[in-house]
């Protein structure tokens, strides 16, 4: 019961994300990924959201393409894991910081994994200040090794 609350309440952020980020620019569409080399960025995000059958969304494709790019699955409890390592890695946004605090009291025995998590993201580079637009042709393996994404 009370994960089927966090997974209602992620839906919720989820919707209310999209809306808030609708003026969001980003310059590819699905379509354009699956254009993409193989291994590339960009082509493991739509990869990932067609094995999945999971819905584009333009508005939040930099959050998607962290999923991809940290190796998060985009459902439980990997959402939760996700706002960890983005916290630890001094990318604060507020609805995450009040999302991942509500979960967490309704499910604190993850605790112990989002604190790995946060750890995980502290290690990396920042990625509030990094483009990934400027990355997603490139290599996965190599985009992680660049931003010391271990």
């Known amino acids: 019961m009370r994960w089927q609350l966090v997974t209602w309440l992620t839906v919720k952020a989820t919707d209310l994300s999209n809306v808030l980020l609708s003026s969001r620019d980003w310059h590819y569409n699905l379509k354009d990924f699956s254009k993409f080399p193989k291994n590339s960025l960009g082509y493991c995000l739509y990869d990932y959201l067609q094995s999945k059958n999971i819905p584009f969304k333009p508005n939040l494709i930099r959050h998607d393409i962290k999923h991809v790019l940290l190796n998060y699955e985009m459902e439980m409890p990997d959402e939760l894991k996700i706002h960890a390592f ?12 009040i999302y991942l605090s509500i979960c967490t009291i309704i499910v604190p025995e993850v605790l112990p994994k989002l604190i790995t998590e946060y750890k995980r993201g502290r290690q990396a580079t920042c990625l509030k200040n990094t483009d990934l637009q400027n990355h997603i042709y490139q290599d996965i393996q190599e985009v992680r090794q660049l931003l010391v994404i271990k």
């Open 86 to 97: 983005l916290i630890g890695n001094r990318s604060y946004n507020l609805m995450g910081i």
